[in-house]
């Protein structure tokens, strides 16, 4: 580990051996895949409570860790759910997730307190922080040239995320191959971003293209996107197999 991760680990046992002293909840920041990591190396170290990463949506890529001294308290957390809409759907922009980070960080708001951003039609969702959602709400009222409206969503209400569903055969379940198959990159190149570290199956880091991918299992390309592996739908004379994948947008 650098300095750096040296000192994130350090703040995730710090967090953890609070909320066992204490008896109450501790929560970090939004983390991202590499951070998550770090917090699987130093789970063997911590004190004897419940920690759970959440990013407010089952798919979602940055969480948060939830250090609680025991389960009673797994249903309390501090993510809210923000929706994105035009004020008038007829003259608005077709806005993407690069707008709607922009004008987020126009406010001077830190990455932090920020998760996922998910593209729905005509609108989008933003997970944050509680601390920051009043602020937002207030204060983000055009992305780029169109003017928007911000309320709290439930959470008990479902998020269609786009997805694009790709199928096709591959040699085996292998990382390398799957990854391969999905981005259109090279076999030789797919095994380079796993060996760069950019590669997250389920949130954990993968560092070898050997990896066999079951089904449901949520892969994250640093840089390229994310993807999840459905099933095998069927067999090639030759053995080979028919997989299908949905690629989110």
Known sequence: MNENELLLSKRFLELGNMSYQRGIPFFSDFLTL????????????????????????PLAERKLAAFYPDESFSDFHPIVCLCMEPLNQKFSEELTHRDYLGSLMNLGID?????????????????????????????????????????????????????EEISGFVASLRLDAVLSLVTGLSRSKAISYIEEA???????LITTNSYNLKEKDVVSVRGVGK????????????GRYYIVVDKYC
């Open 198 to 204: 950019k590669v997250f199956v389920n949130g954990r």
């Open 34 to 57: 590499n951070e998550q990591d770090i917090l699987n190396q130093v789970m063997s170290k911590m004190p004897p409570i419940s920690i759970q990463l959440m990013g407010g949506y």
């Open 227 to 238: 993807f999840q592996y459905q099933s095998i739908s069927g067999m090639s004379k030759k």
């Open 111 to 163: 990455r932090s307190v920020l998760g996922d951003i998910v593209i729905g039609e005509n609108k989008a969702y933003l997970f944050c922080l509680d601390k920051i959602a009043d602020y937002i709400q207030k204060e983000l009222v055009r992305i780029r040239h169109t003017p928007i409206m911000v309320s709290v969503k439930p959470f008990e209400e479902d998020i269609d995320l786009k997805r």
